[in-house]
């Protein structure tokens, strides 16, 4: 999937979203300051791992999370209150249909448009915690879609749900990273919201993804994180979901 010229980069994270995840990989991850590369478990857990200084990958990742195809929606979010995507509308795989994530000297290149000040030795080590954490946010997801008889209803006749759109905000406390925070308890150091698209003629559902980081191992250079997914509280689908989880049912 390497090219000269590359389309803009598109996937579940925007720009100061990346930077947010960069910092977080360059403070925690304790390993020289060469090329990394991340060994990435199911538990998102990652372990960074001396290399060989080399350019900047052009290769690009096909994530396993399926994107709604927006010029047929039957759902439309209001752009005046839901998350839209905030970068050019490419990045679908046209095989798969599912997002592709960018490549590391797309993400490097994304960064400086941005006016942000990246290192390429980080990007090794950035894009795989990048990848593999959304993979664990769209896990999640598919556990909540699958946790109810309707909400498996609402999925059955296409295949599944699917990712609409996406923001990322890590300068916005959700409601309950407020509250907890209040508590004594550590703020979240990204949150995201994603819009899943059902089938035709169910309601889109709005999920919100609060990032805390978990200890270091101190050893391996490991970076474990926590994901805290859950529907929005924003619709009478994210109410029934949200209490009918509380409830064990």
Known sequence: MASDVEPPVVCPVDHSAR???????QREDKVSQSSLSSDVSSSGETSGKNTKTRPLSL????????????????STPDPASRPANSESETGRDNRSGKWIYPSE??????????????????????????????ERAWKEIKEWEQRFAWSRSANQNCGGPRLYSFSGDSKKLSPRARWNSLLGYQEPF?????????????????YVIDFYSGKSDGIGGKLNFYLDVRPKLNSWEGWKMRVAGMLGL
Request: some cysteine; glycine content about 2%.
């Open 105 to 134: 000297k797309m993400f490097f290149e994304a960064m400086k448009r941005k006016n942000h000040s990246p290192a390429a030795t980080d990007m090794a080590a950035v894009v795989p915690i990048h990848n593999a954490v959304n």
């Open 190 to 206: 990204d949150r995201h919201d994603w819009i899943v698209e059902r089938c035709a003629g169910q309601p889109n559902v709005e």
């Open 59 to 74: 290769d690009r990742e096909v994530s396993s999370i399926p994107r709604a195809d927006t010029s047929i929606s039957t």
């Open 19 to 25: 930077n947010v995840w960069a910092q977080k990989a």
